[in-house]
């Protein structure tokens, strides 16, 4: 831009003639600025749309399975050989052998080491404990026969999703031209379903992707949670009110207050080390349980916890403490009675956000060492466990087609956690949260 | 007797303490002749207290305590080979021991550690019974002497409000605590971690493969292992400047847009849209970027003819970025909002269009948070986790080309702490020494992002 200065004053006209001749170029730059704007929220908010189609476009149909439906022949005396009808007895009953039979049946028997194996492999491996299982809950059809849902293997499951096609030579992929004839025979029975799959839920742990499920991780992140609201909420909520009503203004505060600050911007895998430094091996807990996962979790929510708390006290007009402490309340019955409760709404919404975040957390829990493959569905604190974010860590690392839906499933189970924790929060907030004007 | 039940069982003692004292004050009070000092249930609330609160303590420091006593007796029973072994031996022959208190046999255990555990399960019976004696004593004693104690004249309620006065500060004190500890743990294993390698080795060298350690040890041949951090290092910095030049422009022009342009409809729509990706945990982010991003760089890539590394920085870095821009936008948002209307006024007053006082008033007067905004933002790229441990590999290269494959600080703590570690090997305690980095690294940021915050604030009226 020309300076007016230099060339000394300008006269209106010619002035109003510059101004007039930039106009339509900054109204260019203003609009090119504004397009920025909104092409930075679109871009951001492409990527949001991206990530979640992503995952839903995966995690749904990693939600549903395919079965065949096998008539099977539950005999007694093969099912049962102790004839007591106990757990025991049946599960060392021949129901591997009474569900490969059926499935033969089904496919008109078959000739041949080679073609019975094909057809063996059209199954899950856990298709006898579902058979055993099935009696054990349905006593009364022992010596009948019945329909029965087996899942297909995941190959299986690959191959009727379209994953695996026909066109590939047979060296090159997981299922033999055998197998598919028989998939193909079953189909035309239309003995398969695509179904909700029941091992999602119910189903743990496992490196065969069609009975895996989140049960165990999902249980081990309700107890790992359990305890971290146990301990960040009070820790959290005493801070905030010793910080906002009590603590003299001197170098004490001060070092806690730069300690919380700090605490808040320590990468979360930090916690995780100081977990396995300390409790781990100082004092000798161990590895792998929710007890340590919980109170790792809880001082790192801590900071987001005190914070939110701290800003619901300060919300609360002094006029409030006034008033108590003017008809003769004590200082601390003045908190206890007059600060906290209208505080609370606000406090526990700062505990869900924490919750939250400590719920999709996966770093720390790696270091205490909750990424085990554990079978068992844990029952307390201190029984090994995994979460349910460590959980879809391990199976990402499967190669299996069928995990990936599986973990994208997962996905979509956490995220629907965490979603409810947050609009939960916003409802709270929305409700409880009193205006004081 | 278990330590629910024993705890359950002090609280029980509690709440009766609690009732008697109640139920004291109010026939007091019933009398009406003497004038109470507290309230009723002050005088319940302090003998409570007193027969719960120093037993529970207890209980908690001797289930501490009984352990370490416990190994301190063991060392009685270790053949002199192993007393005078070095610590790992003496961690061996510990390990050995708790297997078979545990239940856990493999093979036959040597006659000595059959004693040992025979020996530590009778002290853990013995310590049981002491433990769960010795706190039900304890609080049925001091509440009885609380109980007797009390009269009306007694001022309960400052007592009640002393105690929980105490436990308002012990709660403040643990954030002090746990960075002590996070401090303490990773500085000891770090200083172990010098003594082996020298500090200079470890800070300056060019080249990281802890992997060798064990057939070091082993005696076979391959090469030595190293641990020079730079080339973690230079991966770190690659994957947060990717990462940082996706969400700085994004985020800051988020920022600006939803502060100035946008209407409070659109407002009160895109911003909750943009905390959503800030609340996805990092665990799908890393899904994310292995499954679907890096293979699209990877075509991408071969479109055009250039080589990209399946687990390429670019990937994890774009990813990591995504991740970013609600951290930016949010932090960018408030500082704008902050810088007060009348310096717009002013700026509009003189002739300039809505971008012209933007780009030369608002974003000037904001300077120094949007700073703070970005030095907070490197520092959460630097220590994310997740999104390099599933995208960014292992290969720890020491390359600035994003379309290779790097390793980071956090993947390469998470890859040696993760499972089974050997105890007290060069590798293990490696990570600490990265951790220990890492922690200097991103507190020195939030530090300088606070100085910055400080020293060039303008204060408006």
Redesign the interface.
């Known amino acids: 831009m020309t300076n007016p200065i230099e060339n000394g004053p300008l006269s209106p006209q010619e002035a109003a003639i510059r101004v007039q001749a930039s106009l339509k170029k900054r109204a260019r730059s203003e609009r090119r600025f504004q397009y920025l704007g909104i092409a930075a929220i679109t871009l951001s908010i492409l990527f949001l749309v991206l990530l979640f189609a992503g995952i839903f476009s995966k995690g749904i149909p990693g939600m549903f399975q395919h079965y065949v439906t096998l008539e099977v022949l539950l005999d007694k005396d093969r099912m049962d050989p102790e004839g007591d009808m106990s757990a025991a007895s049946l599960y060392s009953g021949d129901a591997r052998g009474i569900v490969n039979e059926s499935l033969m049946n089904a496919l008109g028997s078959p000739e041949g080491r080679k073609a019975k194996r094909a057809a063996r492999a059209i199954l899950s491996s856990a298709s006898a404990s579902r058979l055993t299982e099935f009696a054990i809950k349905n006593p009364e059809y022992i010596g009948e026969i019945v329909a029965v849902k087996f899942a297909v293997d995941d190959d299986i499951d690959s191959f009727l999703r379209g994953f695996i096609a026909r066109e590939t030579p047979e060296s090159d992929r997981r299922v033999n031209d055998q197998t598919i004839e028989f998939v193909d025979r079953l189909n035309q029975a239309s003995l398969i379903s695509y179904e909700f799959s029941d091992y999602l839920f119910t189903g743990s742990a496992s490196r065969d992707a069609e009975i895996a499920g989140i049960k165990g991780a999902l249980i081990g992140s309700i107890w790992t949670l359990g305890v971290c609201l146990l301990i960040a909420f009070p820790l959290g909520v005493a801070t905030a009110v010793y910080l906002e009503e009590i603590a003299p203004k001197n170098r004490m505060t001060e070092i806690i207050e730069i300690n919380i600050n700090n605490l808040a911007a320590v990468p979360s895998v930090v916690f995780g080390i100081m977990g396995l430094a300390i409790f781990i091996i100082v004092f000798g807990l161990p590895r792998s349980i929710p007890l340590v996962g919980g109170i790792v979790l809880a001082l790192m929510t801590l900071p987001t916890i005190i914070i939110s708390s701290r800003a619901a006290i300060r919300a609360v007009p002094p006029s409030i403490r006034d008033a108590a402490l003017g008809v003769g309340a004590s200082k601390m019955q003045t908190i206890l009675h007059h600060v906290i409760p209208p505080a609370m709404p606000g406090m526990l919404t700062g505990t869900i956000i924490g919750m939250a975040q400590a719920l999709g957390e996966t770093a720390p829990l790696l270091m205490i060492g909750m990424v085990a493959f554990i079978v068992d569905v844990p029952g307390g604190v201190m029984e090994p466990a995994t979460a349910l974010p460590v959980q879809i860590f391990m199976w990402a690392d499967f190669a299996e087609r069928m995990f990936i839906q599986k973990t994208s499933a997962a996905i979509i189970v956490l995220l629907a956690f965490l979603i409810t924790m947050n609009a939960g929060a916003i409802i709270l907030r929305k409700k409880l949260e009193r205006r004081w004007q | 007797m278990s330590l629910t039940s024993l705890i359950f069982l002090l609280l029980v003692i509690g709440v009766i303490y609690f009732y008697l004292g109640r139920n004291w004050g109010t026939r007091q009070w019933a009398l009406g002749s003497i004038k109470l000092h507290s309230l009723p249930r002050y005088y319940g609330f302090w003998t409570g207290l007193i027969a719960t609160v120093p037993a529970v303590l207890l209980l908690v420091f001797l289930s ?1 305590a009984d ?1 370490f006593l416990f190994k301190s007796m063991l060392k009685n029973f270790y053949p002199s080979d192993v007393v005078e072994g070095d610590i790992v031996a003496r961690a061996i022959a510990f390990t050995k021991v708790m297997n078979l208190v545990e239940g856990v046999r493999f093979g036959t255990p040597e006659p000595w550690v059959e004693a040992a555990a025979a020996a530590w399960i009778g002290w853990q019976k013995i310590a049981d019974q002491v433990i769960a004696l010795v706190t039900i004593a304890c609080s049925v004693i001091l509440g009885f002497i609380a109980f007797r104690q009390i009269s009306p004249t007694f001022r309960a ?1 400052n007592g009640v ?1 002393r105690i ?2 105490w ?3 012990l ?6 605590f ?2 002590i ?2 401090v303490l ?2 500085l ?2 770090s200083i172990r971690f010098f003594k082996l390698i020298p500090i200079q080795d470890f800070i300056f060298g060019l080249e990281w493969n802890p992997q060798f350690e064990g057939a070091e040890r082993a005696g076979s041949g391959g090469g030595t292992a190293t641990y020079g951090m730079l080339p973690m290092f230079a991966g770190t910095f690659l994957i947060s400047a990717v990462a940082i030049t996706v969400a700085v ?6 920022a ?3 502060a ?2 946008a209407s409070l409809r659109t407002r009160s729509v ?1 911003k909750p ?2 905390e ?2 800030a ?10 970027a ?3 991003v890096a293979p699209f760089v990877r075509a991408v890539g071969a479109s055009l003819g250039i080589e990209v590394a399946s687990e390429s920085a670019l990937a994890a870095g774009l990813v990591m970025g ?1 991740m970013i ?2 951290f930016v ?1 949010s932090l960018s948002d408030d500082v704008i909002n902050a810088v007060p209307q009348s310096l717009r006024d002013a700026a509009y007053g003189l ?1 300039s ?4 006082a ?2 030369q008033v608002v974003l000037p007067a904001a300077l120094p948070g949007i700073v703070a905004a970005v030095i ?1 933002a490197v ?1 959460r790229a ?5 999104i390099v ?2 995208a960014a590999g292992l290969a720890a290269n020491l390359s600035f080309n994003p379309l290779d494959a790097v390793t980071t600080v ?1 993947s390469q ?2 890859t040696i ?3 089974d570690q050997e105890f007290e090997s060069a590798k293990t305690l490696s ?2 020494a990265l ?1 220990l980095v ?2 200097t690294v ?2 020195a940021l ?1 530090f300088f992002a ?1 100085q910055v915050v400080k020293k060039y604030r303008e204060q408006y009226d």
């Open positions: 501490i352990d309620r409000e929980i006065l436990a308002l500060i709660s403040s004190s643990v954030a002090i746990t960075t500890g996070i743990s990773v000891f294993e422009p994004v985020g800051l022009f988020s600006i847009y939803l100035e342009y895109v849209l943009l959503i990706l609340g996805v945990p990092t665990v799908v982010y890393g899904f994310f292995a499954l679907t995504v821009i609600p936008s002739g269009t809505k971008s012209e933007i780009r907070l520092s630097i220590g994310e986790t997740m441990v599933m956090t703590i998470v702490l993760s499972g990570a600490f951790a890492l922690i991103t507190l939030n606070l």
